[in-house]
């Protein structure tokens, strides 16, 4: 006959709840890795990216499959970045240009956006999206951009006219220039 103390009993509890405990950490722990080869996935069919370590800047970039359709106007927001900050004209320019370019009001690209109108992303930031840009670019049948390198420097010319001289039209800043003849040697030389 046995007899139950009750310790047994409570070491059996702790240590199936112990053993619960890790199971629910190792399926979460696949549902993360498992997510994140998707997201990883959606990111090379939506560019065109195959590069591991292209696709690891995208991602340290904080693009997302929900956010990346915003990766082509990093150039616009770094011409209306160039001087002190974004006027009012460049603001309302880049939103109208992110809606032609499906960025949906309220959606997750939208709110990245916006953070990104209101706080300047780092010089890093923009060299590193320039350079995706033109991996994007460099290989039409593969890459799904639907913009080419001359459409990002029109709408970088624009911006930059957008808040410039009298009713906002005219002239164009020294550092905008500077901005839009940066991007263009980097588009440029690999297009």
């Known amino acids: 006959m046995s007899q139950n103390d009750g310790i047994t009993d409570d070491i059996r509890k702790r240590e199936e709840e112990y053993f619960r405990r890790k199971d629910r950490e190792l399926i979460d722990k696949m549902r993360r890795v498992s997510a994140a080869a998707q997201a990883r996935q959606s990111l090379e069919h939506e560019t065109g990216i195959h590069d591991p370590a292209m696709l690891t800047d995208l991602e340290e970039l904080g693009f997302t499959p929900d956010t990346i359709v915003l990766l082509p106007l990093m150039p616009v927001l770094r011409v209306a970045w160039a001087e002190s900050g974004i006027s009012a004209a460049e603001r309302k320019a880049i939103i109208e240009l992110a809606r032609s370019r499906a960025v949906v009001d309220g959606s997750m690209a939208d709110r990245q956006l916006r953070r990104w109108l209101d706080e300047r992303p780092s010089a890093d930031t923009f060299d590193k999206a320039t350079r995706l840009i033109?991996?994007?670019?460099?290989?039409?049948?593969?890459?799904?951009?639907?913009?080419?390198?001359?459409?990002?420097?029109?709408?970088?010319?624009?911006?930059?006219?957008?808040?410039?001289?009298?009713?906002?039209?005219?002239?164009?800043?020294?550092?905008?220039?500077?901005?839009?003849?940066?991007?263009?040697?980097?588009l440029k030389t690999r297009t």
């Open 134 to 186: 033109g991996a994007m670019l460099e290989d039409p049948e593969q890459g799904r951009a639907d913009i080419t390198a001359d459409d990002l420097l029109k709408y970088c010319e624009q911006i930059a006219h957008a808040s410039g001289g009298l009713f906002g039209m005219g002239s164009v800043s020294v550092e905008e220039r500077a901005a839009m003849q940066a991007i263009a040697s980097q």
